[in-house]
DNA sequence: GAAAAGTACTATGTATGGCCAAGTACTAAG
DNA sequence: CTTAGTACTTGGCCATACATAGTACTTTTC
């Protein structure tokens, strides 16, 4: 449970959703997103793209024709499908609805004494052991 | 690839966040947090609460007493150690820098026909096929 | 007082995604 | 031909969220 860790888990999700962005924006290949997502400061190796690219294209969401690069092997260029584009639109969503969540719980301040009163469990006792 | 699954995924790691900033506010027991957290619209299941519970002790992040209750076995209050406050605060600053990060990839519009200069890389070809 | 219901915590197994690392394949430069 | 650069592929590892079942304690009900 070290920080490292749990930024990794952070952006389980999300990196799904940017790639998705990315690609509604026009035809890109791998290596324009990876420079798109650099640059935003979120760091994405191959290992980790071409796995998630390939998820997208089996579940439909997204397409690619290969493009012959005068620059070593050809490219695959990827592209929105109809459902993916539905797809995207659902995780914006979810994506707004998570930030919302999460500022509502990290908004708050602390709360030594008064707690928001409770009606059905009254925590009250103060009987404590160790 | 369902969406239900994506949105599982997004908030793995903020779950981790959430819980401890609820108890940087005060002692909490688990049930609790789970009211919290559901008034949040963030639904957590006892399966997915209690073990991360563990590993934040284990972790040294938090601690707990444990304290009789009036109706039922006794509950665990837990609080935050000063390795956890710090452990916070970076997740915090990682929290921040992740919306921020998304919002510049997602904030964009469409691209269709000028892009970015690219410097380095030309992508200039036009031969395509399939 | 025994059975049932409610509360709180524990334990096991599964699925998924991000990542490391190694490997394949094509092109251009020396 | 060898080397370097680029693009894509694959296999295995790990951590988290979750479903599910189980334990333990208390109160309620008969």
Redesign the interface.
Known sequence: ?N?EN?????????L???IL??I???EVYA??MID??TS???MVVEGTLYPLLT??K??G?VEY???????GPPRKYYTLTGEGRD?LS???T??D???R??R???G?????TK?KPKTT?A???K????
Chains 1, 2 share one sequence.
């Open positions: 449970m920080l749990t930024q990794v888990q952070m952006r389980k999700g999300i799904e959703y940017c962005h990315i509604s924006r026009g290596s324009d798109e997502l935003a400061k979120i998820r997208l089996n579940a969401l024709k290969w493009v012959e690069s005068k620059s797809f659902n995780l914006e979810t994506w609805e998570l930030i969540s999460t509502e719980i990290t708050k301040q602390k709360n030594s707690r469990k925590v009250t006792e009987n404590k052991n160790l």
